[in-house]
């Protein structure tokens, strides 16, 4: 059976795609970028999220603490670049969470391309993960990783 539309319409509706950022001194540039793509369902409802595992072959389930639900969840940016982002190309999101996964999905590529490893790379990852998700939470301000921006 193919459930490829049954999950385009779920993570549409309960999936995100995001990119954080956490300060690394060891790390050239200073800063980690972890690009990663998940899925939340309540654990009387988990079946839909062990389907995803095996359809994607990749990634993991959890409990996330912040809400007691699970979290399908893929981080391996071999497996974001070669399986989940070419599944949502064949499978185009009908909300406006198309175009976050756009711009996730730039991002992924520029990171394989370790653009991530200079500061105008950096620099352009930052601006695409900073237009995503407009209303969700964010640990780090632009002004964090980028202090020296001047404000217009």
């Avoid at 409802?45 to 893929?74: A, H, N």
């Avoid at 590529?109 to 950096?122: F, I, S, W």
Wanted: glycine residues 6%; proline residues 5%.
């Amino acid at each position: 059976m193919d459930l490829s539309a049954y999950f385009a319409g779920f993570v549409d509706g309960e999936g995100c795609f995001t990119v954080s950022f956490s300060p690394r001194s060891k790390l050239l540039i200073g800063w980690e970028v972890r690009p990663s793509f998940s899925v939340s369902q309540n654990a009387d409802r988990s079946e839909v999220l062990l389907l995803m595992r095996q359809q994607f072959g990749c990634g993991s389930i959890r409990p996330d603490r912040s809400d007691k639900t699970l979290k399908y969840e893929v981080r391996c940016l071999d497996d974001l670049v070669e399986r989940i982002i070419p599944f949502f190309e064949g499978h185009p999101l009908l909300s406006s969470k198309q175009r976050d996964f756009e711009r996730f999905a730039r991002v992924c590529k520029l990171v394989r391309n370790q653009a991530h490893r200079t500061e105008l790379g950096l620099r352009e990852i930052v601006s695409l993960a900073m237009a995503m998700n407009p209303s969700g939470k964010r640990k780090f301000a632009l002004e964090a990783i980028f202090p020296q921006e001047l404000k217009l």
